[in-house]
């Protein structure tokens, strides 16, 4: 007879060695998918959404997938562009259940399960036309982000904006009467053609292609676009696609700080000063950076208005946070255009210690800021000797302009020299 300390040791042999006997199988069934060719004959369908980037420890490096596969299903869905993707995520996004996804890297083909939502990807849409017209829409966001007073010297041999979105709007044209895009594709694409300071007629344009946009796609891919177009800088665009996305998440911070930078960028002050507003209702809820952009538009929106005590104090914070020229150059701005030399002169020092690289790159902007508050103090005499020694630089005033415009009063930086130069 067996003591009860010998049953139980007995016990747990027994319980190990059945834990032993069941460990390769339970390995086996723990293992990752695979990519393999299909038995069945199916091929790469040659269509749907190329996998650019996989998010670290997201939904899709778990299962294996890599940079250039291919998107072609998901649950039911045929995966032919970004709409597809997002309206079958919005089908099965409240079920709970796993939805199957069909994967292809070349000839291998990946069938699984996952839970609905977002794969943790970043895409593009697999259509050779598509591809074309990309390219020809990251040649116009290239070219618009050259300087005014370099286009007609080192960048002379540049693209005719109006030739290039002539050809896109056939290469669309074209896609529409041969089927080779979606109607959404095309739909996106006839808004990203026209540019934020477009005509007001073509702008009338691209608000009614927004809202049609708005009436017939996901909430997600709103979102999505909207975001898309921000980091583009289609500013323009991008303000009615994050609203509409806000409707249903209006606790996303980070595209609430975008929507006010968005509107700065476009002038619209207002706008800009009510988003900061709302996040700033609880600031603690945002991190040391978003405080900042949040200061940003603040700062933009008080220099709009000429409240110049507000937006140095703004731009302070800013600074404190992120030390940045930018900032700096917003409070060089606003003690110019007050004459506050004490203010003016403070700030040129920490803009010097804090940040001396950038400091010495932008001396002949800072002494055009330095010029206006001279001015303003009745000092032309030495204003105009700082006009003097900058004389022989090229394209001067243009090079003001390119760096003082960003601000929305910084033509007076600008207005002021050339009325010195003239002197």
């Not at 529409?176 to 702008?203: C, F, N």
């Amino acid at each position: 007879m067996f003591t009860n300390a010998v049953v139980v040791r007995i016990s747990r042999l027994l319980l190990l060695c059945l834990f032993a006997a069941l460990l390769p199988s339970a390995l086996a069934c723990g293992q990752s998918p695979q990519f393999t060719e299909p038995a069945d004959g199916s091929q790469n369908p040659g269509r749907g959404l190329r996998i650019l980037q996989v998010h670290k420890d997201g939904k899709a490096e778990r299962i294996g997938i890599q940079p250039m596969d291919l998107l072609a299903r998901y649950g039911k869905f045929d995966i032919i562009d970004k709409s597809s993707y997002f309206k079958a995520r919005e089908a099965y996004g409240g079920s709970g259940d796993r939805v199957e996804i069909e994967v292809w890297r070349g000839r291998a083909r990946l069938k699984t399960s996952v839970l609905p939502g977002n794969l943790d990807i970043e895409t593009n849409e697999y259509n050779p036309v598509a591809y074309q017209l990309d390219s020809l829409m990251q040649r116009l966001d290239a070219e618009g982000q050259i300087a005014e007073y370099m286009r007609d010297v080192e960048f002379k041999d540049r693209s005719d904006a109006s030739k290039v979105i002539e050809q896109a709007r056939n290469l669309v044209d074209a896609a529409e009467r041969d089927g080779t895009l979606t109607r959404s594709q095309i739909l996106v694409a006839r808004i990203e053609m026209i540019p934020d300071h477009a005509p007001e007629q073509e702008l009338k344009k691209q608000k009614d292609l927004i809202s049609t946009f708005i009436a017939t796609e996901p909430i997600s891919y709103c979102g999505n676009l909207g975001v898309e177009f921000f980091e583009r800088k289609h500013f323009r665009a991008s303000i009615p696609l994050m609203k509409r996305y806000l409707t249903a998440y209006p606790d996303n911070l980070s595209l609430r700080l975008n929507l006010g930078v968005a509107s700065f960028k476009i002038g619209l002050w207002d706008e800009a000063d009510e988003a900061a507003d709302n996040v700033l209702r609880n600031p603690e809820n945002l991190s040391a950076h978003g405080l900042v952009v949040a200061y940003q538009n603040k700062m933009m929106a008080a220099l709009s208005r000429s409240d110049l005590a507000n937006s140095i104090v703004f731009a302070e914070k800013c600074f404190e946070l992120e030390p940045n020229e930018f900032y700096s150059s917003a409070v060089l701005l606003a003690a110019a255009k007050t004459g506050d030399t004490e203010k003016f002169n403070a700030t040129l020092r920490k803009f010097e210690q804090k940040l001396p690289k950038e400091y010495e790159k932008d001396k002949m902007q800072v002494d055009a800021a330095e010029a206006l508050l001279l001015a303003k103090n009745n000092h032309d005499s030495a204003a105009r000797g700082i006009v003097e020694k900058w004389k022989n630089v090229d394209r001067i005033e243009g090079r003001l302009k390119s760096y003082w415009g960003k601000y929305p009063i910084g033509d007076a930086i600008v207005d002021n020299w050339r009325r010195l130069a003239k002197q």
